[in-house]
Every structure is written in structure tokens, then in C-alpha cells.
T-cell receptor, first 110, second 114 residues
Framework: RKEVEQDPGPFNVPEGATVAFNCTYS??????FFWYRQDCRKEPKLLMS???SGNEDGRFTAQLNRASQYISLLIRDSKLSDSATYLC???????????FGTGTLLAVQP | DGGITQSPKYLFRKEGQNVTLSCEQN?????MYWYRQDPGQGLRLIYY???????QKGDIAEGYSVSREKKESFPLTVTSAQKNPTAFYLC?????????????FGEGSRLTVL
């Protein structure tokens, strides 16, 4: 089983749609969780951290379910500019490493 | 402006040649990392350094070498021992341990072996 698993997509959605991505992780000792955004042929950039209580930043909501070991990202009112690959990132437990998922590709259509 | 600078952006190499990718940061970050990204795969950690003059192997260190002689600099050498060096290489830094905060990435270096 991969340490971090994501549905690769692509998710093709119309503008204004709500879309949700899930990510599962295998290490129950993981404590830190993040969503990064990567535009085509660019470097990843932090979108948001994921806290136990869940957190929201504008149109973006992140949730953590420790019992089931998954995190989610919800994007409301999708914009064309949201088109990118969304990377789920989890810390490697006792190590000083971050484990990156393969990413989920989102394509927002006009 | 603070940030991470990688060079070159594009590099072509003949088989059997070593090549060094530069990574410089002016964020005053202690920790620096090198990742490799291949199509359809997540970023994989090559080497990381938490402090000057110290570095550790990541998950795919074979065929690579690094040095950390200055806080600002963490160059990566792709040696001829690396079997499949064609990839997108990303350098990153963080102010503390990776799992406590944000990773800042450079724009990446695309290496193609001819």
C-alpha cells in the first residue's frame, strides 16, 4: 500500500461547481497534513495546512479524519484559475520527511 | 525578495556525464531538501539537510551527491551512476522541521539525458 494515495483524476468540472478530493495515508503516527497546489510544469506551493478541527480558507475547506486516516479538500464555486494538480502531503511519522501523493488533476471548464 | 533560486532551469546532459544543479536560498532557513518528480509519480526525496555540514539520504539517494558548506546553498550532483536521471528536480527549504511548517520550493530544474 502506498504511504499516501490520491485519485489521479482528472476531475473535469464546470465553473461554479463544487469538487472534493480525498487522500488516504498509511502511517498512523503522522501528525501534519497539507494540501499543496502545483500548476503545470511549475513548483508546488502550499495551499493550506489541515488541522484536526478542520479549516476553511475562502472557497477551500480541508478536513482530517484520523480514525479512517484520510484528509479531504473541498473547493466551492470553482474558478478557471483553480485548474491545477492538488498534492496531498503527510509527514512521515518519526522522520523529518514529508510524503507527497501523486496528485489529483483538476480541470475547470468554462 | 526572499526565495529559492535554482539553476539552470533546463539542462541537457550526455550519458556518462556528471551534472551539478544549483540551489540557493535567502530565507535564512536551516533545512533544505532535494526532490525528484517524474510523470505520474509523487515527489520523491533525494537528500535533505537540517543544518550546515550535515545531510541525510532520502528515499532515492543512489546516484546523487550533495554538500552543505553554507546555510544558503545546497547543490545536487547527478552522477553517471544514476540510471534514469531525466526528471524534474525541485529544491526546497523550511524554517524548521518539514512536518511543522511550509516547504518553499524553487522553480525547478529539468534535466534531460540525451
Amino acid at each position: 500500500r502506498k504511504e499516501v494515495e490520491q485519485d489521479p483524476g482528472p476531475f473535469n468540472v464546470p465553473e461554479g461547481a463544487t469538487v472534493a478530493f480525498n487522500c488516504t495515508y498509511s502511517n498512523s503516527a503522522s501528525q501534519s497534513f497539507f494540501w499543496y497546489r502545483q500548476d503545470c510544469r511549475k513548483e508546488p506551493k502550499l495551499l493550506m495546512s489541515v488541522y484536526s478541527s478542520g479549516n476553511e480558507d475562502g472557497r477551500f475547506t480541508a478536513q482530517l479524519n484520523r480514525a479512517s486516516q484520510y484528509i479531504s479538500l473541498l473547493i466551492r464555486d470553482s474558478k478557471l484559475s483553480d485548474s491545477a494538480t492538488y498534492l496531498c502531503v503527510v509527514d512521515g511519522g518519526a522522520t523529518n520527511k514529508l510524503i507527497f501523493g501523486t496528485g489529483t488533476l483538476l480541470a475547470v471548464q468554462p | 525578495d526572499g526565495g529559492i533560486t535554482q539553476s539552470p532551469k533546463y539542462l541537457f546532459r550526455k550519458e556518462g556525464q556528471n551534472v551539478t544543479l544549483s540551489c540557493e536560498q535567502n530565507l535564512n532557513h536551516d533545512a533544505m531538501y532535494w526532490y525528484r518528480q517524474d510523470p505520474g509519480q509523487g515527489l520523491r526525496l533525494i537528500y535533505y539537510s537540517q543544518i550546515v555540514n550535515d545531510f541525510q539520504k532520502g528515499d532515492i539517494a543512489e546516484g546523487y551527491s550533495v554538500s552543505r558548506e553554507k546555510k544558503e546553498s545546497f547543490p545536487l550532483t547527478v552522477t553517471s551512476a544514476q540510471k534514469n536521471p531525466t526528471a524534474f528536480y525541485l529544491c526546497a527549504s523550511s524554517s524548521g522541521r518539514a512536518y511543522t511548517g511550509e516547504l518553499f520550493f524553487g522553480e525547478g530544474s529539468r534535466l534531460t539525458v540525451l
